[in-house]
């Protein structure tokens, strides 16, 4: 028999608000909304000080992003509009959302993570599942050192569960927040799980929520302990041995991993053909926002790479290709244009050309973590325009 499988979720607590404090760590403690399109940055005085934008003061239509727990002890939570948020938190400070941070400290969590379990499937920007199967250490332990990791390389908390599966997992990671540590086992399903409203299982959105509410099922326990045939009169076969299943605790999905993308790329195909020497200027332009781009891809998702590459094609659509190796990898846009420019020399430019793309390979992550031994957080990506 295969031994039972452990299976972690983890979900930083509040987590663009949480990074805001980072950055403004008096507000620690306050209540404190991420949110509205139109929400002011922080000014700075002439003292020095700054002034931060208070909930109060808004005006528009713009909806929570994220809240402090402070501001959810108010009643505040995401997705509520920004109005009636600051009638219930008026002194709440309200900070514009700065995703730049956030994907930034997506990275540095996820690959603190990958230090300790490379198995790693993404949820989204804040949260994770970890196959801990065959990590050789019992779950509490693991779990701690998890939340030490992600604390240690990004001043964060976290709320993580360990369970015999991904459903568990999940909620479970929810029992405790914030900075939840919580074990669950099949045999917890009756005394943790079935008192639970059944839209906190993941698959059973609103609407289903309400069907089921409407037949007097409101708990988990309530659609363990329904009649199966009275559940598939009303969803249907296979979504009422779903419900059966998940009620029960049982969830056999793997966990998910992707492997690091092997390169990043630019190409684009011109308007009309151009040729090498009478559309010099043009072309350099086009070549050097190639590379400007591929730049701003490679840190927007947290690489660098060590192989340049260009791809030609000409009038005639035959293509070619070359690369070259540096001694260090790279992210900037002007040592790729030296690469990349480099390559060029090494084709005949004598047709007219179509398409001309750069390309970096060879990636590492960027983010101090060497992406040696299966360090796999990230998508496979191949942008193309
Ligand atoms: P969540 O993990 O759902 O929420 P959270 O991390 O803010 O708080 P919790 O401690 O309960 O986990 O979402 C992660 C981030 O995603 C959140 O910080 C902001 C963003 N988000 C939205 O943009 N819109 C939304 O409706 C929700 C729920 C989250
Ligand atoms: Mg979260
Ligand atoms: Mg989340």
């Not at 002011?40 to 808004?58: E, H, K, W």
């Not at 099949?186 to 409203?197: E, G, S």
Request: aromatic share 6%; charged share 25%; net charge positive.
């Amino acid at each position: 028999m295969k031994p039972p499988r452990r299976i972690a979720h983890l979900d930083m607590d509040a987590f663009y608000a949480s990074v805001e404090l980072l950055r403004y760590p008096q507000l620690r403690g306050r209540a404190v909304v991420v949110g509205g399109r139109r929400a002011q940055a922080p000014q700075r005085l002439p003292d020095g000080s700054l002034r931060f934008a208070r909930l109060a003061d808004y005006v528009g239509r713009g909806v929570v992003t994220t809240s402090t727990y402070e501001a959810r002890a108010l009643g505040v939570f995401s997705a509520m509009g920004m109005m009636k948020a600051a009638r219930l938190a008026p002194d709440a400070v309200l900070l514009p959302a700065d995703f730049d941070a956030y994907r930034h400290y997506s990275r540095m969590f996820k690959a603190a993570v990958a230090t300790i379990a490379p198995s790693i499937e993404n949820r989204g920007i804040d949260e994770i599942y970890i196959d801990l199967t065959n990590i050789d250490d019992d779950s509490l332990s693991l779990a701690r050192r998890i939340k030490a990791a992600v604390r240690d390389a990004t001043g964060l908390s976290c709320s993580i569960a360990v369970a015999p599966n991904k459903l568990l997992a999940k909620i479970g990671s929810e029992l405790d927040k914030p900075d939840g540590l919580t074990l669950l086992d099949l045999a917890d399903v009756a005394t943790r799980i079935w008192p639970l409203p059944a839209g906190r299982i993941n698959g059973i959105g609103p609407k289903s929520a309400e069907r089921l509410a409407a037949l007097g099922l409101a708990t988990v326990g309530d659609i363990a302990r329904a009649d199966p045939a009275m559940l598939r009169e009303h969803f249907g076969h296979s979504y009422a041995t779903w419900l059966a299943d998940v009620a029960h605790g049982r969830d056999e999905r793997p966990v998910v991993t992707h492997s690091e993308p092997k390169s990043i790329s630019r190409e684009t195909t011109f308007e009309r053909d151009l040729h090498a020497q009478r559309d010099r200027e043009e072309l350099s332009g086009v070549f050097t926002a190639l590379c400007e781009r591929v730049a701003e891809d490679l840190s927007r998702k947290g690489y660098r790479g060590r192989t340049i590459g260009i791809k030609l094609r000409y009038a005639d659509f035959s293509t070619v290709t070359r690369d070259l190796t540096l001694p260090a990898a790279i992210d900037d846009a002007a040592a790729i244009r030296r690469a990349a420019g480099a390559c060029l020399r090494r084709v005949g430019l004598e047709q007219r050309l179509r398409l001309l793309g750069v390309r970096v390979g060879g990636l590492e992550a960027a983010t101090g973590v060497p992406d040696a031994s299966g360090y796999q957080v990230e998508l496979p990506l191949q942008v193309t325009s």
